[in-house]
């Protein structure tokens, strides 16, 4: 499987936005708009590459909670998901736009992870 950490333009796990960011950019970026000639593509490289990282900030984040959960028996992971939505909530998106986004997300897993359940 292909792992973005075996990559020569990645030395470590803070490079990881920038070069998602690089290839989106390459492959005519997250929204398949043509890049050539826009005006405004460093603007939107750089909003980019701040959602790759806050959501990569995010996960190495309750990674380490996971890891250091003193009650093992309630799952760190499913009170962050649950938290994280009705932090979303509460700042003004609707329920609607939240489970759409956890469901896309979710159909979306298997597809990343090439069908291994967990990284190899």
Request: net charge negative; proline share 4%; charged share 25%.
């Amino acid at each position: 499987m292909f792992s973005l950490m075996d990559h020569d333009d990645v030395r470590d796990k803070a490079s990881v936005a920038q070069f998602v960011a690089r290839l989106a950019y390459q492959s005519g970026n997250l929204y398949g708009s043509d890049m050539t000639d826009d005006p405004n593509q460093a603007a939107r490289d750089e909003w980019q590459s701040a959602l790759y990282e806050a959501a990569h900030r995010f996960s190495v984040s309750l990674k380490e909670l996971h890891s250091t959960n003193p009650w093992p028996e309630i799952a760190a992971m499913d009170q962050a998901i649950n938290m994280l939505a009705t932090e979303l909530w509460d700042r003004c998106f609707s329920v609607t736009e939240i489970a759409t986004a956890l469901r896309k997300a979710a159909d979306d897993l298997p597809r990343y992870a090439a069908g291994d359940e967990v990284r190899p």
